[in-house]
C-alpha cells in the first residue's frame, strides 16, 4: 500500500518543533486526524526515540500545528496545536503551545495566507485549544517573514529575527478562570503523597506551581537530574492529577493521566545562583525567580512558553507560592526575568486587581522562528487505515 502524502512544513517556533499542515489539506472528519499524526511524527515508540517519524524524542519536538481560515472575526487565521505523546498512541488538543505560536504568524504570511504591505506584519492568530487572541507582530524581508536578526532566546544556538508575541486576556485559557478554585493559594490533599501548598493559575494554559523546597530540592536542577528522580516525576505526577481534578479540568484521577499536557505541573525557588545546560552561569542577580516545568512527564529543558506566561502572572499574584519567591520591585510593570535551565527568559505581564477580582490583562514575549523545509510528509497508510478500524 502506497504511503500518505500529505502537504507540510517543519518549523522552528521558540525552543519547539513541529510539522505544519494547511486544515484544508486533512480530512474534514478530524477523528481521522490523531493517526495521521502519530504515523507522521513516529508515535508510540517504545524506545523513545522516534527514529521512524519526524518528532525528536522529547515533548518540546514531538508536535503538529494545523493552520485554516479564522472564524472569528478578529482573527486573521485559526492554528490548532497538538502536542503527541512520544511513548504512547496519545493526541492532547488541550491546551496550545506558545513556542509554537510564534512560528504561526510568519506561516500564515509566507503561504499566503494573510497579506500584508510594508515591511511590518502583524497577524492575529485564534488558539481555538483555548479559544484565545495572540497578535503575533515581526518583519517582513521581501514580502516574507524575516528570518535574519541580533536576538538570541536561551535554548537555541544563533540568533534570529524577532517574533513579539502578545497574548490577550490570557486568563481562563483552560478552565475559563483565572483562578480555577478562585484561590491565589491554597493545600492540595495528594493520595499517597500528603499534602501540599500550591497555586492553580490558568493564563495561557492551567498551571499548578509548587515550592521547590517543599519537594526537597533547591530549584536549579537540570533537566537530566530531574529525569532520573523517579521519586520526584512520580510526585509530580500525582500533585498534577490532583491539581488536574481541583481545577475542574478532569473528573478522575484516570481522566487527568490521559489529559496529559494541562496543567502542567512545575515548582519555584526564589532567583539563585546556577548552571545552564550549557555549563553558562547565572548569576542569582540576573533573575527575578527560578523555575522548572514538567511538560508531558518529561522535565522541559527551557520552558514552555504558555507556561512561563503562566508563572509570570502568578508572581503577580500576592500570596501565591510564585510570588512568594519572587524578588520584589515597586514597578508592577517591570519585565519578569526567569531563570531556567537554557538561560533566562524574560516576560512581561499586566495583572490589575478589579474589585477583589483578579485580572490578566496581557502578556508579551519575543521569539525567533524559522522554516526548516516544506513539501510533503509521508506517513504508512497501512498503518493509518489499521488504526482507524
Request: aromatic share 6%; glycine share 10%; with cysteine.
Amino acid at each position: 500500500m502506497p504511503q500518505t502524502r500529505i502537504r507540510a512544513v517543519f518549523m522552528r517556533g521558540g525552543t519547539s518543533k513541529a510539522i505544519v499542515f494547511h486544515e484544508q489539506d486533512l480530512p474534514r472528519d478530524k477523528r481521522a486526524w490523531d493517526e495521521i499524526f502519530l504515523a507522521a511524527i513516529g508515535a508510540p515508540d517504545p524506545y523513545g526515540r522516534q527514529l521512524d517519524g519526524m518528532g525528536g524524542g522529547v515533548s518540546s519536538l514531538s508536535k503538529v500545528c494545523i493552520v485554516g481560515a479564522p472564524t472569528r472575526s478578529d482573527a486573521d487565521i485559526d492554528y490548532t496545536f497538538a502536542q503527541v505523546s512520544v511513548k504512547d498512541a496519545r493526541v492532547d488538543y488541550g491546551g496550545n503551545c506558545g513556542n509554537m505560536s510564534s512560528a504561526m504568524g510568519p506561516f500564515a504570511v509566507d503561504e499566503g495566507l494573510v497579506k500584508i504591505s510594508g515591511d511590518q506584519a502583524l497577524v492575529r492568530i485564534h488558539n481555538t485549544n483555548t479559544q484565545k487572541i495572540i497578535w503575533s507582530r515581526f518583519g517582513l524581508d521581501d514580502r516574507l517573514a524575516a528570518v535574519d536578526g541580533d536576538l538570541a532566546i536561551p535554548g537555541v544556538a544563533g540568533t534570529g529575527a524577532p517574533v513579539r508575541l502578545e497574548f490577550r486576556d490570557p486568563g481562563g485559557a483552560t478552565t475559563g478562570r483565572l483562578l480555577p478554585t478562585g484561590k491565589v493559594v491554597e493545600t492540595l490533599d495528594v493520595p499517597g503523597h500528603g499534602a501540599f501548598t500550591v497555586s492553580m493559575v490558568d493564563a495561557a494554559n492551567a498551571c499548578c506551581f509548587v515550592r521547590a523546597e517543599d519537594l526537597g530540592k533547591t530549584g536549579t536542577e537540570l533537566p537530566d537530574a530531574l529525569d532520573a528522580d523517579a521519586v520526584l516525576l512520580d510526585r509530580l505526577q500525582a500533585i498534577r492529577c490532583a491539581a488536574s481534578v481541583a481545577m475542574g479540568i478532569a473528573s478522575t484521577r484516570e481522566e487527568a493521566i490521559a489529559k496529559s499536557q494541562v496543567p502542567f505541573i512545575g515548582f519555584v525557588a526564589g532567583p539563585l545562583d546556577a548552571s545552564t545546560l550549557t555549563g553558562e552561569r547565572i548569576a542569582a542577580g540576573e533573575a527575578d525567580i527560578t523555575g522548572r516545568m514538567i511538560s508531558n512527564g518529561q522535565p522541559h529543558r527551557a520552558l514552555p512558553l504558555t507556561a512561563s506566561l503562566c508563572m509570570a502572572v502568578a508572581a503577580r499574584l500576592e500570596g501565591s507560592v510564585v510570588h512568594e519567591v519572587t524578588r520584589k520591585t515597586s514597578d508592577a510593570e517591570a519585565p519578569i526575568r526567569i531563570a531556567m535551565p537554557s538561560g533566562v527568559l524574560t516576560v512581561a505581564a499586566t495583572v490589575k486587581d478589579r474589585a477583589g477580582e483578579w485580572i490578566a490583562e496581557q502578556g508579551a514575549f519575543y521569539r525567533t522562528q524559522r522554516r526548516l523545509f516544506d513539501g510533503h510528509v509521508y506517513a504508512s497508510s497501512a498503518r493509518i487505515a489499521g488504526r482507524n478500524r
